[in-house]
């Protein structure tokens, strides 16, 4: 299986809006009522998210996947982990960041991550989520990944949120958003075209990241994919 590399998460961070391929369809922009409510895609991409996490630390996150659809074409229920090594990088709030990625047969190849300011976590998850998208859909990877990347920048509600974290309420932010509801190719894509995307951060929380969610159903409430993360502060 081909490695994640440093380069290909940071397209998915970084890639602007128009690139190759046909663009997704725009919804109307949000407006948030809040002027003091951050950016969803500068939350999520362009914060030092590493820098209340000690060199030393090891970061654990339970992943769970699970899809109804008929012949499973996004294989069978997994249940897994992704556990970040950190270790101190060159400046103060960067971390160098040894990964291991899932465990056994369903281990994929990723890291380190060098010197890196961010949490790749939500990187990993995502550009994973989009092989396994783009092969279920048969679909160019490219146009999935800047649908999603210009509905975090343009289309996401950012809502502020109670987050539990041993026992005790921290602050945080909800970030939710649907790339593909108004997407003039969404009749090819299996039903998927309603995936909601939720993000919970909180900045009292190592590493930022408390959970990712990718959910979608049938109009009879079946799931079609529920695929999240979510951050074990039980974990060492």
Sequence with gaps: MKPVTLAALLMLAALPAAAQGTPAAEAPPVTQANTGTPNASDLLFEQPQMKNVAPGTKLTYDYVRRSGI????????????????????DKPDNRTIRVEMFSGANRFPAGPFEDMPGNPVMTLFLEHHLMDLSRV?????????????????????????NVDYKGQTVAGWRIE????????????????????????????????????????????????????????????
């Design 177 to 236: 958003t649907q790339p593909f509801r108004d997407d003039k190719m969404k009749e090819r894509m299996r039903g998927l075209d309603n995936l909601k995307y939720t993000f919970i951060t909180s900045e009292a929380v190592p590493g930022e990241l408390v959970s990712i969610e990718a959910q979608s159903k049938n109009a009879e409430g079946g799931e079609l994919l529920q695929e999240k993360l979510t951050y074990d502060p039980k974990a060492g």
């Design 70 to 89: 008929s012949k499973g074409p996004f294989g069978p229920p997994m249940d897994d982990t992704i556990k970040l090594g950190i270790e101190p990088g």
């Design 137 to 161: 859909l048969m679909a160019n990877p490219r146009y999935i990944k800047n649908a999603i990347r210009k509905a975090l920048r343009e289309n996401a509600t950012v809502t502020p949120t």
